[in-house]
């Protein structure tokens, strides 16, 4: 039997997926080639997924911490243990001292329903920010009053097409065959980027700035387009601020902007030459904004196709995001306005110890694995742990789960009910259960419709999943079975964004950056590496297929580990931790950064957030991952890692 269901994790591609079952068991998946974007195939990590739907860790039964240990329990005493310890908490300190954490390991709407239960218990504290595109999502609506981008294949319109800070082998597999089939139509594709990969082998053309001297870059650009009259001379019609731009731009030369983005002035004029030859597409990578200047380095980039005359035209356009939630009807919850109190995600674990008045004695944690994947990873550990309640929904022992104090199993992907959109198209998609669950494991909804019955809001959450995603739909006007027949597109979005140069800015116009503060970071003299822990094809952020073995893996230049091997097993320190790691020289890459996989387990002594000290970017409330300065030293005799 073959069943059609979405993958709901967390990436832009939001794949349809083809499951082939067989008495009762999932055999295959394979991408659904009836998927305008997936077109049959999926990533690598999905396409390995079944390895984790029945790995033998996974969480079958609750959880219940006794005498310092995580013990099976029966839904009925874990679920009866919460409710009891959330009216007391509620009645003696206020709702405010419980804080419901939610964050992305799925995208489904339904998952609103979370949100729903905490606002009607309390409303009880939320956390706020974005650890992952905070910054750049401030900076397109504050430039633009509105984030989202022109139609996917609508790349086969561009001439030029820059991925700036954008690796799409990695990060959004399913526009490489648009990238590929509009090269092959004659567009010239441009990489810019601190760190070589393999996007570089499918451009004309490399760029390799130092890290943080985007700004420097597009600003290097937009001096090459004034001067060569490749701006849009109707640009001053649309564009507030155009003359403050310009004087910035041009308070360098060509030549001093190169060299503060420490690249070639030919490079520099190569991409300014082939992106005012448009229509040109800017593809903005997620990284470059997880910086403390990352809003304004997104801003900088929607200024280039504002001048250019890029915004609004077929082919043009600077793409940060797609609208992933523009065609769902999430109006029952309030969010940031109807909670009692909001912490900040990228410190949220210095937040919740200082919390006060009253202090944070409850979490419970949603879709997340905050303890990997926020700063300060130790810092989050000891907050969760010290709390009188910590309750975490996973189907797997995670860094957070093994801080929790109630572990409560939820379903997987291939076994949830939901709705999605995606953040690197515009289709929908349905994500239906095609998995039998194994033991007592329930969704995210359910466990809080079982919560609710026990906390006195049980007949508010008597609907079940059907209801709430035909309720969530009904605002876009198209049945839940056309979702169950294809993936339709969001009838709201535009094929062409502001094809009529109309913003939902205050003024009507582009809101251009002024005044930006263009100097690159510089790492101290002890600490002379960049610390860039991203994304790879083997995991879904902290979720991993397979079992992590040996220290991780730091790749370098030959050259920035002077006095050390290729395979040599040393320690990366920066100013709050230590952690071993195992060198892997690479001399494509430039001598300032240290490279490692994101999402690695704390438990396991390869978390590279343990490294990474809680700050927040310019704006949107966003994490600085990628500002840490680190160095290599000999390796500590004492624990493989250890954090201060």
């Known amino acids: 039997m073959r069943l059609r269901t979405t993958c709901n994790r967390d990436c832009p591609d939001a794949c349809g997926i083809v499951a082939t079952v067989e008495h009762g068991r999932v055999v295959r998946i394979q991408g659904d080639p009836d998927h305008p974007v997936t077109r ?22 609750p959880l219940v911490r006794r005498g310092g240990t995580l013990r099976p329990a029966s839904w009925d005493d874990a679920l009866d243990l919460i409710a009891e310890k959330m009216l007391r908490i509620q009645s003696e300190s206020g709702p405010a001292a419980i804080l419901h954490y939610r964050s992305g390991g799925t995208l489904g709407l339904v998952k609103f329903t979370t949100d729903l239960f905490f606002e009607t218990f309390g409303p009880t504290a939320i956390k706020v920010g974005d650890i992952c595109s905070g910054a750049g999502d401030a900076a397109q609506l504050t430039d633009f009053g509105e984030e989202d981008s022109n139609d996917l294949f609508d790349l086969l319109n561009a001439r030029t097409i820059v991925l700036w800070g954008k690796n799409p082998h990695v990060s959004n597999v399913h ?31 490399f760029v390799q700035p130092i890290p943080g001297g985007d700004i420097a870059l597009a600003f290097g650009v937009a001096r090459r387009l004034f001067e060569t009259g490749k701006t849009d001379p109707d640009a001053a019609a649309y564009c507030d601020h155009l003359d403050a731009f310009r004087a910035q731009a041009l308070s360098r030369s060509l030549e001093g902007w190169a060299a503060l983005a420490d690249v070639p002035v030919e490079d520099l004029r190569a991409l300014a030459d082939l992106y005012g030859d448009g229509p040109s597409a800017i593809l903005v990578g997620w990284g470059m904004q997880r910086k403390a200047r990352g809003s304004a380095t997104v801003r900088v980039l929607d200024a280039l196709g504002a001048i250019s005359g890029n915004l609004g035209v077929p082919g043009g356009g600077v793409s940060f995001y797609f609208k992933r939630r523009g065609a769902f009807d999430t109006s029952f919850v309030k969010g940031e306005t109807g909670a009692s109190r909001t912490l900040r995600e990228p410190l949220l674990g210095r937040e919740i110890l200082e919390a006060t008045d009253p202090a944070v004695r409850m979490v419970w944690v949603t879709a997340g694995n905050p303890v990997a994947m926020l700063p300060e990873s130790a810092t989050v550990r000891h907050a969760l742990e010290s709390r009188e309640l910590t309750v975490v929904v996973d189907a797997f022992l995670t860094d957070t789960a093994l801080a929790a104090h109630v572990v409560l199993p939820t379903t997987t992907m291939l076994e ?66 056309a979702l169950r027949d294809g993936y339709p597109r969001n009838p709201f979005a535009a094929k062409v964004l502001f094809a009529d140069r109309k913003f939902k800015t205050a003024s009507g116009k582009v809101n251009l950056i002024q005044e930006v503060d263009v100097e690159p970071p510089k790492a101290p003299g002890e600490r002379p590496l960049f610390l860039m822990a991203f994304s790879t094809e083997k995991a879904q952020s902290s979720q991993w297929a397979k079992e992590q073995d040996g220290p991780a893996e730091a790749t370098v230049h030959p050259d920035a580990a002077r006095g050390f091997a290729d395979g040599e097993i040393v320690d990366v320190e920066s100013e ?69």
Not at 446 to 474: D, N
Request: glycine content about 10%; aromatic content about 6%.
């Open 416 to 481: 949830d009910d939901d709705l999605v959109g995606a953040y690197g198209h515009h289709h929908l998609g349905e994500v239906r259960p095609v998995a039998a669950r194994p033991g007592d494991v329930r969704t995210d909804h359910e466990i809080v419709q079982a919560l609710a019955s026990r906390v006195g809001l049980g007949a508010a959450f008597e609907e079940g999943a059907e209801s709430w995603k035909r309720r969530i739909l009904a605002k876009s006007g198209i049945p839940l079975e």
């Open 40 to 61: 049959g195939f999926l990533c690598y990590r999905t396409s390995r997924f079944l390895e984790r739907q029945y790995h033998p860790d996974r969480l079958t039964t």
């Open 576 to 644: 709050i931790g230590s952690m071993g790691v195992r060198l892997r020289f690479d001399d494509r890459q430039r001598r300032d950064v240290v490279l490692m996989a994101k999402g690695g387990w704390l438990k396991d002594g390869r978390c590279a957030n343990a490294l990474v000290p809680a700050r927040m970017t310019d704006a949107g409330g966003g994490a600085v991952y990628y500002d840490t300065p680190v160095r290599l030293i000999a390796r500590d005799p004492g624990p493989p890692s250890r954090s201060r």
């Open 175 to 205: 526009l490489l065959p648009v990238l590929k089939e509009a090269k092959a139509k004659g567009a010239r594709i441009v990489l810019v980027d601190p760190v070589r990969h393999r996007g570089a082998d499918l451009a004309e053309r």
